[in-house]
């Protein structure tokens, strides 16, 4: 699923019109990067948390020509699933 299939699906369930739908989706995304930019977790409870993890630097191999590389160190966003995003989506596949 796609932005815009998120937004039609949100807008199918709600009575709320595809412009609020886009506008509050684009509210919701700008105040969780602030916040993981910040250093701080997101938590939606039974859905996961979304927090950052720094990744040291490290050598690497470039797959091309085989020489050594260094990878820079980096912050990365992390998501991990809660138990009932889990159960769902373990349910859904058996």
Known sequence: MNKSQLIDKITTGTNISKV???????RIITVMTDSLKLGNDVTLVGFGT???RKRPERIGRNPKTG???????????????GKTLKDAVNKAIR
């Open 20 to 26: 609020t739908a886009v506008l509050v989706l684009e």
């Open 50 to 52: 979304f927090t950052i």
């Open 67 to 81: 020489k050594e590389i260094t990878i820079v160190a980096a912050t990365v966003p992390v998501f991990r699933a």
